[in-house]
């Protein structure tokens, strides 16, 4: 029988025993209630994120190339990193590696990190995958990454406002980048994962494959527009101009060669594009217009060509001023003071004579030369592949006054752009026949559309046409001789005109142009030059003419045409 004393111990260590019971149950108790209480929605967050997911997998955006084969527009391949700040372990240790391997600021990118309201965080956005791999493995939690592109463009400045730019998120923002955008980008693929509490990928369920951006080749050349770019800047820089442009087209098949303009930028330095000034980014060749003035001569007289109504032979006795109504303000004269003079059509337009042109036009009439205007395209947009194309501006027939069939024949009272009026020019140099000018040739493997056209004069009728604009540069005295280029038959036409403001025309401010052809007799190129404001001389044949010659020589032995005129090359020398 057990003593009284052993009793006592056995119920001691029992009494023990449950109170240990006790104290393990109310721990357990307690944690419970600290789980299901304080920790639940942290706890609930890392449930969510052992969930599935739904990834995309971005394309790679297609390459820009220029008819060449060289590179305008590329996607480099980087890595963007990432971070959940409620995962994150050691955000500490983050910032400091991001600062050290990836260049991030430290100080802005730690209180971000610590932010546990926060899911998402750039660690650095678009970094070098080298220093990207070997920030990832240090394996912090939290942390995430996935491919991204950059776009780069390899030729710097040039043509960039041709191109435009893509943003950040591979987007196209302007140009041809936006233009074409749909194909570029191509189709983003998708996957569904499934990951850890750290943020993880541990499986891949389903997934959808990627369909890259289409490569886009472009007409233009980028040796033929660095050169046109360059004239234009000395030309600007020679004059004091606010600006240039200038458009070099192919006229058998409507393919820009280029389309230049300056000032310009660096295509590479798009991230602000706020600091720009909007005319610096726009492609002034197609989305602004300018009153032509005597370049739109064109017009007035292969309308009456075409109706019959004069012939290049047909002269008329032309007074320095005429009066064309009755209103005091229907009377035009020509640029430079002179007498009386007996000119033919042909040297209406060698020697630029606004008397002569409004005398034509009158012939013609209102009707007749306004369907004429609406014939070679003015008023409408040509169609070229490049967002943002001007209609410029034809004032109704309906509109005209007194003094319109003063104006429009001259080039006054009507705007174009640069686009239109080249293409125009390319008619002539094409037999006749109008081609709508486009930038791309095809898109992947194929053309993008089957490119218009349509005949705007007879073969007899631009014949003559083409023979007089080579009047205007090659016969002595007339306003374009500054075009004229050894070796070669040139034909184009001058253009001065006064700005308009809306308190009428300027008296300071002009635009100079000039457009022509090369070789005159099987033309291979057609050249458009436009400054804005020049000073020191206002007119095309002083100011635009030139630069046309500089760069219509190079191309012409950058393509390696053959002289058509060997006697005037070994006349130069």
């Not at 393990?24 to 209630?33: D, G, K, N």
Request: hydrophobic share 40%; net charge positive.
């Amino acid at each position: 029988m057990a003593s009284p004393m052993r009793e006592r111990h056995a119920n001691r260590r029992i009494r023990l025993l449950l109170s240990l019971f006790v104290l393990v149950f109310a721990a357990m108790f307690a944690r419970a209630v600290w789980l299901q209480g304080v920790e639940a929605a942290h706890l609930s967050g890392l449930a969510r994120s052992q969930q599935q997911a739904t990834q995309t997998v971005p394309a790679g955006r297609g390459t820009v190339f220029d008819r060449t084969g060289v590179q305008l527009a590329i996607g480099e391949q980087k890595t963007t990193i990432y971070a959940n700040p409620q995962q994150v372990r050691n955000a500490r240790g983050i910032a400091l590696a991001a600062h050290e391997l990836l260049g991030a600021n430290a100080n802005v990118l730690y209180p971000e990190l610590r932010n546990k309201k926060s899911q998402f965080v750039y660690v650095q956005r678009v970094a070098d995958p080298a220093a990207a791999a070997l920030f990832l493995k240090k394996g912090f939690a939290g942390v995430g990454s996935y491919p991204e592109e950059l776009r780069t463009y390899p030729q710097d400045g040039v043509a960039a406002q041709v191109l435009g730019f893509a943003g950040i998120d591979d987007r196209g923002l302007g140009g041809l980048e936006l233009q074409y955008n749909r194909k570029l980008a191509g189709r983003p693929g998708e996957q569904t994962v499934v990951r850890d509490p750290t943020g993880r990928t541990i499986d891949v369920i389903s997934s959808r494959p990627v369909q890259e951006g289409a490569d886009v080749f472009t007409t233009l050349d980028h040796t033929i527009q660095a050169q046109a770019e360059k004239v234009l800047r000395e030309t600007v820089q020679q004059w004091k101009a606010k600006d240039a442009t200038a458009i070099v087209l192919d006229p058998s098949t409507g393919g820009i060669l280029a389309m230049a303009q300056t000032p310009g930028y660096d295509a590479n330095n798009t991230s602000n594009v706020a600091r720009y000034a909007p005319g610096l980014l726009r492609n002034r060749a197609v989305t602004d217009t300018y009153e032509p003035g005597s370049t739109f001569k064109l017009v007035t007289i292969t309308g009456a060509l075409s109706d019959g109504i004069v012939t290049p032979r047909t002269r008329f006795t032309l007074p320095y001023r005429f009066q064309y109504g009755s209103c005091w303000q229907c009377s035009v004269h020509d640029a430079e003071y002179r007498g009386t003079v007996d000119y033919s059509v042909a040297q209406i337009l060698s020697y630029s004579s606004n008397v002569g042109a409004v005398t034509i036009a009158e012939k013609l009439g209102p009707k007749r030369l306004a369907a004429w205007v609406s014939k070679f395209g003015f008023g409408s947009p040509t169609g070229i592949d490049f967002p943002g194309e001007s209609s410029g501006f034809v004032l109704p027939l309906s509109e005209w006054s007194e003094t319109t069939i003063g104006n429009v024949p001259i080039g006054q009272g009507i705007s174009v752009t640069p686009i239109q009026m080249a293409s125009v020019y390319g008619a002539v140099a094409n037999g006749g026949v109008w081609i709508q000018p486009h930038l791309v040739e095809r898109v992947g493997g194929r053309a993008p559309e089957r490119w218009r056209r349509r005949r705007l004069m007879s073969p007899g009728v631009d014949h003559e046409v083409k023979a007089m604009l080579t009047g205007v540069v090659a016969d002595p005295g007339a306003t374009g001789n500054e075009a004229q280029i050894p070796g070669y038959t040139v034909a184009g036409k001058t253009g001065t005109a006064q700005v308009a403001t809306p308190k009428g025309y300027s008296t300071t401010d002009y635009t100079a142009s000039f457009v022509g052809m090369v070789p005159a007799s099987h033309p291979r190129l057609i050249v458009l030059v436009k400054v804005d404001d020049p000073r020191g001389s206002i007119f095309g044949g002083v100011v635009a003419a030139p630069a046309f010659a500089q760069i219509a020589k190079f191309d012409l032995q950058y393509l390696e045409v053959p002289p058509d005129a060997p006697k005037t090359l070994l006349s130069s020398r």
